[in-house]
């Protein structure tokens, strides 16, 4: 074997041992027990039912609202699409306690726009929406950015097709760029519901009570040490797994049907 070929093996073998090393050793130490903890942990279902129907609800309106945009990005060139493809991504790469930080500027009992929705009784912070509010500020750019993918990849010619027989551009879109571009769009979907549910930085400063599972397993860790939630945090790894089955698999069958 070249030398090449050894060195290239050797950086791969050591990046993919640093990946699975620590997961793989937090679900041999607690798998077992994480899973007899979540059948019998009252608060740990909590929260584990507020972070699924949070999630949930965060990515059904990243979809409902991001999907136009996704479009608009890979179909139409305007003066400033730079800036607004960069200021979507921008809350994935600033450190989400910031994220946090600017939410709670925007949207704390002080600010104009928090202080009109708690006088309506739609108080942001301590309160799910809050929670919905964080999950979807960090977690919809990842979905308008592959949802953009997903359609520049349709072929412009079907839509212009379906428009020379009669096709208004919204029918287009809604009877051909979706249904072609559906196994990238939901994939999108489902990266961001697996992001929302995994976030922490944004919701503990906005939203620190009710508990997400993430902030949940912080505050076991703080109060009672590693021992106590190793079994709360191995579980939450063997359920991350679901998600990313089905990821897998629809990428599988994207990759199939092309």
């Known amino acids: 074997m070249a030398v090449g070929s050894v060195a290239t093996a050797t950086a791969a073998s050591l990046l993919l041992l640093f990946l699975l090393l620590p997961v793989g050793e937090l679900v041999v130490q607690g798998g077992a027990g994480g899973l ?7 608060e740990l279902q909590q929260a584990l039912a507020l972070t699924a129907w ?18 608009i990005l890979s179909r139409r060139k305007f003066p400033g699409r730079t800036i607004v493809t960069a200021a979507l991504d921008l809350p994935l790469v600033i450190p989400h306690p910031v994220a946090g930080i600017a939410l709670l500027l ?78 990238g769009l939901l994939a999108s979907a489902v990266v961001m519901w697996a992001r929302a549910v995994s976030e922490f930085g944004a919701i503990v400063i ?25 079994p709360v945090a191995a ?24």
Request: net charge positive; hydrophobic share 50%.
């Open 54 to 71: 949070t999630a949930s609800l965060a990515t059904l309106i990243g979809v409902a609202l991001g999907t136009p945009l996704a479009w």
């Open 235 to 258: 579980a939450l790894v063997i359920l991350a797994l679901l998600p990313l089955v089905a990821l897998r698999a629809l990428r599988r069958g994207e990759g199939d049907r092309t």
């Open 106 to 183: 925007v949207l704390g009992r002080e600010s104009a726009i928090g202080g009109m929705l708690a006088q309506g009784g739609y108080g942001i912070v301590s309160s799910p929406l809050g929670i919905i509010l964080a999950m979807l500020f960090v977690s919809a750019p990842l979905y308008v950015s592959g949802a953009r993918e997903a359609m520049a990849r349709v072929d412009r010619r079907y839509e212009s097709v379906a428009q020379t027989l009669g096709d208004t551009p919204w029918q287009a879109f809604r009877r051909v760029t979706l249904p072609l571009a559906s196994r």
């Open 206 to 230: 906005l939203v620190h009570h009710p508990r997400t599972v993430s902030v949940l397993s912080y505050d076991r860790f703080t109060t009672y040490g590693l021992t106590e939630v190793i």
């Open 36 to 42: 007899e903890r979540l059948a019998g942990d009252a």
